[in-house]
């Protein structure tokens, strides 16, 4: 596993892709930026509104970008040896397709918790400029919680969307736009306490503390962020059968 695992990454080194990803967060970063700028005066940037840019920034990254762009990066590398036509190379070898596929969705959990701990750093970082005498360590091990949580759940919440790539016809693309609707979606299902709480992408702030919610809600919240990671698992194993079928 551990070479699987290190093949995976030196393939993503040569791909445009990670870049890509790093770009996502990084504009979201600034775009959240620039639109505190032009609503808060400078007193409230530098006074009164400790927290706003962390808050706002893992909300709709979340909403809006992330969760796309990690569903692009998974469905990528699960994808990546049929569409370049070495996986009949790699049957020479052989390899355990199974053990692979594990790898690549092990892989994409660990960049789905760095682009997020890559968003908190460059959020932490702005924050302390702004109010730096009024951040507690507290405070920031909560936000670090509520970020390392997010980038769980947006992995277990997309996990089903990257196992269905090899189903639509190798097209990891068009995973990126049915992650992006299925993410937009959780703005109109935050507004229902019973929605928010069992709808995959608004469950990921239910778990992460940003909602708060009863505990029986963080419960159920947790519960279908699992649901959605055990689908994942089915359809990657019914795949793996198909292939040997």
């Known amino acids: 596993m551990r070479i699987l695992l290190w093949a995976e990454f030196q393939k993503l080194r040569?791909?445009?892709?990670?870049?890509?990803?790093?770009?996502?967060?990084?504009?979201?970063?600034?775009?959240?930026?620039?639109?505190?700028?032009?609503?808060?005066?400078?007193?409230?940037?530098?006074?009164n509104t400790v927290g706003w840019y962390m808050t706002i920034t893992q909300v709709l990254a979340t909403i809006f970008v992330l969760p796309s762009v990690i569903a692009l990066l998974g469905s990528y590398m699960i994808c990546r040896e049929e569409q370049d036509d070495t996986i009949k190379s790699l049957r020479l070898i052989p390899i355990n397709e199974a053990r692979?596929?594990?790898?690549?969705?092990?892989?994409?959990?660990?960049?789905?918790?760095?682009?997020?701990?890559?968003?908190?750093?460059?959020?932490?970082?702005?924050?302390?400029?702004?109010?730096?005498?009024?951040?507690?360590?507290?405070?920031?091990?909560?936000?670090?919680?509520?970020?390392?949580?997010?980038?769980?759940?947006?992995?277990?919440?997309?996990?089903?969307?990257?196992?269905?790539?090899?189903?639509?016809?190798?097209?990891?693309?068009?995973?990126?736009?049915?992650?992006?609707?299925?993410?937009?979606?959780?703005?109109?299902?935050?507004?229902?306490?019973?929605?928010?709480?069992?709808?995959?992408?608004?469950?990921?702030?239910?778990?992460?503390?940003?909602y708060d919610t009863a505990t029986q809600d963080c419960i159920y919240s947790f519960i279908v962020l699992l649901a959605c990671g055990c689908l994942s698992v089915l359809l990657l194993n019914g795949l793996n059968h198909k292939k040997k079928g």
């Open 100 to 210: 692979l596929t594990v790898a690549k969705m092990m892989v994409t959990f660990i960049f789905s918790v760095l682009v997020y701990l890559l968003l908190f750093m460059i959020t932490f970082s702005a924050e302390a400029i702004l109010h730096f005498s009024d951040l507690s360590f507290g405070m920031i091990l909560n936000f670090l919680k509520m970020y390392l949580l997010d980038g769980i759940g947006v992995f277990l919440a997309v996990a089903p969307i990257i196992a269905l790539a090899p189903y639509l016809k190798k097209s990891y693309w068009l995973s990126l736009v049915l992650a992006e609707i299925y993410s937009f979606a959780g703005m109109f299902m935050s507004m229902s306490n019973m929605l928010k709480t069992f709808y995959p992408i608004t469950a990921i702030f239910g778990v992460s503390g940003y």
């Open 14 to 47: 040569r791909s445009n892709i990670i870049l890509f990803t790093i770009f996502a967060a990084i504009l979201i970063a600034v775009i959240v930026f620039i639109c505190g700028l032009t609503t808060f005066s400078d007193d409230q940037l530098t006074a």
